[in-house]
């Protein structure tokens, strides 16, 4: 229960990040279900070896690379998703920033701590 529970308060932080920023868009709440969906699959998938195999680029940045590595994550899903679109790397970067803060502020929020 409390998946489907994250599930939709990624999918509501989704929305938000797109009404907060013109550069993304989502199609609506399906969309941005289905989005959220890819979203946690990509990063339990690909994020961690995307994360291994630039590893010296990230100590080189001081860990300023796992932003890039998230943003790009990020517009390729809004490549691949018709319902949700992400207009450049920059746009990337900054939706996938506040798409985690808020994410965390509602999980906290509504779910507390566990």
């Known amino acids: 229960m409390k998946l489907l529970i994250v ?6 932080a989704l929305l938000a990040v797109a009404y907060l920023m013109p550069s993304i868009q989502v199609a609506g709440f399906t969309g941005a279900l289905i989005a ?13 070896l995307l ?15 796992i932003f890039v590595i998230n943003g790009v ?20 970067i900054i939706g996938a920033v506040l798409y985690s803060v808020i994410s965390w502020i509602l999980t906290a929020v509504l779910l507390g701590d566990d």
């Not at 959220?36 to 961690?48: D, E, Q």
């Open 7 to 12: 599930w939709l308060l990624n999918a509501l």
């Open 36 to 48: 959220a969906a890819v979203i946690g699959l990509v990063n339990m998938l690909i994020r961690p």
């Open 51 to 65: 994360v291994i195999l630039t590893l010296p680029v990230t100590v080189l940045t001081l860990g300023l690379f």
């Open 73 to 92: 994550l990020f517009l390729v899903v809004g490549n691949l998703l018709q319902g949700f679109e992400v207009a450049s790397l920059m746009a990337g």
